[in-house]
């Protein structure tokens, strides 16, 4: 399934994974197959997570980052689900041949 990808010209980042939406900043950035699918790998946690735990999850473990690395930068780094996408944003098949629940290897 394809996602739409939509361009929000005052988004703060270059890339935002909104079930089922891909938001962009820039209409470059639509042809950007890496970060395409870093997104497209946020997609399948949000579907994974029936998207409302997803982000429970995504909030609470920043928070706890936050706490750890008091740092923005660093608590999202190593966000879990933001770990398994940096690390895969580049093979370009993976967001379709992971497993179910993956992103528990970047824990």
């Not at 820039?26 to 946690?45: G, M, P």
């Not at 706490?67 to 093979?91: D, G, L, P, S, T």
């Amino acid at each position: 399934m394809r996602y739409p990808v939509i361009v929000v010209k005052k988004m703060r980042v270059a890339g935002m994974a909104l079930y089922p939406f891909i938001l962009v900043s820039h209409k470059n950035a639509v042809n950007n197959r890496v970060l395409i699918h870093h997104e497209l790998i946020h997609i399948k946690q949000q579907q994974e997570m029936l998207v409302i735990f997803f982000y429970i999850a995504y909030l609470f473990n920043y928070l706890l980052n936050l706490i750890k690395y008091r740092n923005h930068h660093q608590a999202y780094k190593n966000i879990v689900f933001e770990r398994e996408a940096y690390q895969n944003e580049q093979n370009l098949v993976y967001a379709k041949n992971r497993g179910f629940w993956w992103w528990r290897f970047y824990l």
